[in-house]
Every structure is written in structure tokens, then in C-alpha cells.
């Protein structure tokens, strides 16, 4: 049973690691983009090199079908996709010095692939996953994707610096290593929980009408597309500001790297061992979220400090210790928003459901980065923080008032 659901995480786990990789890329973006002056409007437009990410329910419809449904038909389909991936950064090395409008076409094209990939490796996890262990295929998925913006945001440019050809060249071995442990995966042993219906198959004319009428039925009330918008708005809004405020204090290149990728990532399995406790424990998804998100504020508080305290005051250990506390917190709260979207998914349609939920939040997600920078562009990196603070705050209200009211919903129909 434990040697099972070990597998499945790290299954899952090493998935979450080869789709993050391009994401850790863009994540160490805006250090290279601020250290040669660029304004942070300009740098807010890194976030939108992922829109892709809003094809997910579309994807997730697509791979629902009759002919994706198992979990078979799901590894082959994510197998196809992790080759394109790596195809397309073995096409970037051919670009020694990319301009930023080549970098937003190829990881404009790299977010749709990682959209299809991430709704595919979902819908498996909704699919093998038992309820006792959703918490910790949940662990697998954050650590997974932790460890992936570390190697590709942190270790690969501390060892090669800001070499494009040798950056690429670096996330092509993990992500290699990831498509051969995929290959290899022996599925045959695991029975899924439920695959959908044999039916009547979809032609192509009504595919378009078809996907969408299932992503339609999948949508979630307002109230819930509130609290995962409203999550990684703030979250992501204000981790984004960190770096480059970091870097215009004059804080070195490799302490940004030490602090803000390298330290972050033992803090961050231990922070998402603390939401997968915290979950099992309360017995509450919606409950373990809040609670997870109430200790954000603390190494957000430390943020808005830095803000507003002047460069000369700023330490190196002051900085390790927020990068700590941040992390531990928000991974907590990203490991208990997974088991949440995992319970709220629908099970006949997993990828499809799930996708839409985690479409929301990374709608979220962008445009919280994107608003940020353009708010610290004009109105400066405090008031970009006072805002983040503050809806920070406000988020753990808000996911005890309308995601546990959905549970108890969930549980009556139960």
C-alpha cells in the first residue's frame, strides 16, 4: 500500500518536474531582464508568455474523450507531449542571443505544451489516486514542481550564468531523464478509480461544441472561481515583485540565486509536508487551505518591510530567513489547494474538471503578475506590497467562508 503510494507520487511528482522546467526559465527572467535596466512594465509582460495556460479545460475535454480516457491512453499522450517539449528547446538552441520577442514565442508555444501536459498528468492523478492518498500525491505534485523551477530558475544559471544555448542544454538532461522514467512506468498494476463511459464517440465537426459544453458544465460557481483567482492573484502577484526588488537594492546575482531558489527548495518539501499533516490531520481540505494561508502573512509583512526600509538595512540573513518562512507557508497552502481541487474534481471527467478549476487560479496567477508589475511600475514596489498584503489577508476568510460551505454541499449529496 505505502510502496504504491510512494510510486504514484513520484510518478506524479517527476510529471510536475519536466512541466515546471519552462516555468523556472521565465521565473529567472526578470533577474537577467532588471539587471540590463529594463523598466518593470516591460517585465510584467514575462507573465503573459503563458497564456497557453488558459487552453487547459479545452485540452482536458479533448483528453477525456473515449479514446484518451485511461490511464494508458493518458502516458502515451503525456510521453508524445514531454518529446515535443524537448524538440522545441533543442530548436531554441539555434538562437545564441534571443530577443525578447523570440523568448515570448517560444515559451508562448512551451506553455501550450505544458497546458496540455499539466491537464493530462492531472486528470491520471484524479484518476489513481485514492482519497487517503491525495495528500500526499499532492506533496508529490508541489515538490515536483519546486524542484523543477530550482533546477531550471536556480541551479542550471548559477553553474552556467546567462548563456541561452547553455541554459537550454541544462533543461534538456532532467527533462530526458523524466521522459525515460515515463517510458518505463509500469501502469498495469494500478487499478484506476474510474474511467469514463464507453459512448458514442465524438466526430470531428462537433469536437469544438462538444469540448466546450463539457467545460461549460465544469465551470464552478462564482464564489469558488473567487477564492482560487483571488489565491494566486496575491500569491503570485507578490512573489513575482521579490526578485527584481532584490536586485535593485544592489543585492548580489548569486544571493538572489542562494535565497530565492536554491534555500527555497528544502523549505518548500517541508512546507508542503506541512499542508499534506495538516490536511490529514484536520480532516478539512478547505480548513488545512485557510490555515496554510493565515501563516503567509508573516514573510509577507517581511516583504512589505523590505519595501519600505531603505537599502542599507537590507541583510543577507534577513532575506534567507523571509525566503524560508515564504516558502514553507506557500507551499503548505499550494499542497492543501491541491488536495482541494483533487476533491472538487469531477471523477467522470477528470482532466476536464480539474483543468477548469486549475485554469482559474492560473488565470490568477498571471494576471496577478503582470498587475503587479504594472503597479509597481507606477505607484512604486510599496504600494504594490500594501496590496498584496492586504488581499493576502483577506484570502483566508474567504476560502473558510465559500469552500467549506461547497464541502458540506459535497457531503450532503454524498
Avoid at 81 to 96: G, K, P, R, V, Y
Wanted: net charge positive; glycine share 8%; with cysteine.
Amino acid at each position: 500500500m505505502i510502496n504504491t503510494t510512494v510510486r504514484k507520487a513520484v510518478l506524479l511528482g517527476s510529471l510536475y518536474l519536466t512541466q515546471t522546467i519552462p516555468n523556472g526559465y521565465l521565473k529567472f527572467l526578470p533577474v537577467m531582464m532588471v539587471e540590463r535596466g529594463d523598466s518593470m512594465m516591460l517585465i510584467s509582460t514575462v507573465a503573459l508568455f503563458s497564456t497557453g495556460e488558459f487552453l487547459k479545460p479545452l485540452f482536458g475535454a479533448f483528453i477525456d474523450m473515449n479514446k484518451a480516457a485511461s490511464p494508458r491512453a493518458r502516458k502515451g499522450l503525456i510521453v508524445i507531449i514531454q518529446s515535443s517539449m524537448i524538440a522545441t528547446f533543442c530548436l531554441a538552441m539555434c538562437f545564441e542571443k534571443p530577443e525578447l520577442i523570440q523568448l515570448a514565442v517560444l515559451f508562448s508555444f512551451c506553455s501550450l505544451l505544458t497546458a496540455a501536459h499539466d491537464t493530462a498528468t492531472d486528470g491520471l492523478a484524479v484518476q489513481i489516486l485514492k482519497e487517503d492518498e491525495q495528500a500526499i500525491g499532492g506533496f508529490g505534485q508541489y515538490a515536483g514542481s519546486k524542484l523543477g523551477a530550482l533546477i531550471a530558475g536556480g541551479v542550471i544559471p548559477m553553474l552556467v550564468g546567462t548563456n541561452h544555448r547553455l541554459l537550454c542544454a541544462g533543461v534538456l538532461l532532467p527533462m530526458t531523464v523524466v521522459l525515460w522514467y515515463t517510458i518505463q512506468y509500469d501502469l498495469s498494476d494500478i487499478n484506476p478509480l474510474i474511467i469514463a463511459s464507453e459512448g458514442a464517440p465524438v466526430n470531428n465537426q462537433n469536437f469544438v461544441l462538444h469540448s466546450l459544453t463539457k467545460c461549460l458544465h465544469s465551470i464552478p460557481v462564482w464564489r469558488e472561481a473567487l477564492v482560487y483567482f483571488t489565491f494566486k492573484f496575491a500569491d503570485h502577484g507578490l512573489d513575482f515583485l521579490m526578485s527584481p526588488m532584490l536586485v535593485q537594492a544592489h543585492i548580489s546575482r548569486a544571493t538572489i540565486v542562494q535565497t530565492q531558489f536554491l534555500l527555497s527548495i528544502g523549505a518548500a518539501v517541508l512546507g508542503a509536508c506541512v499542508g499534506s499533516y495538516i490536511c490529514n490531520y484536520i480532516k478539512s481540505a478547505p480548513k488545512a487551505l485557510a490555515i496554510c494561508s493565515a501563516l503567509r502573512l508573516v514573510p509577507n509583512l517581511m516583504q512589505l518591510w523590505l519595501a519600505y526600509a531603505p537599502i542599507s538595512s537590507y541583510s543577507i540573513s534577513f532575506i534567507a530567513v523571509h525566503a524560508v518562512l515564504e516558502n514553507i507557508a506557500g507551499s503548505a497552502a499550494t499542497g492543501a489547494a491541491f488536495v482541494v481541487l483533487l476533491q472538487q474534481s469531477d471523477p467522470a471527467n477528470p482532466a476536464c474538471s480539474y483543468a477548469v478549476l486549475n485554469t482559474i487560479a492560473v488565470i490568477g496567477s498571471i494576471v496577478g503578475k503582470f498587475s503587479f508589475g504594472q503597479l509597481s511600475h507606477f505607484g512604486g514596489f510599496r504600494a504594490a506590497c500594501v496590496v498584496g498584503v492586504l488581499l493576502n489577508a483577506m484570502f483566508p476568510v474567504l476560502s473558510l467562508t465559500f469552500l467549506a460551505q461547497q464541502q458540506k454541499k459535497t457531503d450532503k449529496r454524498e
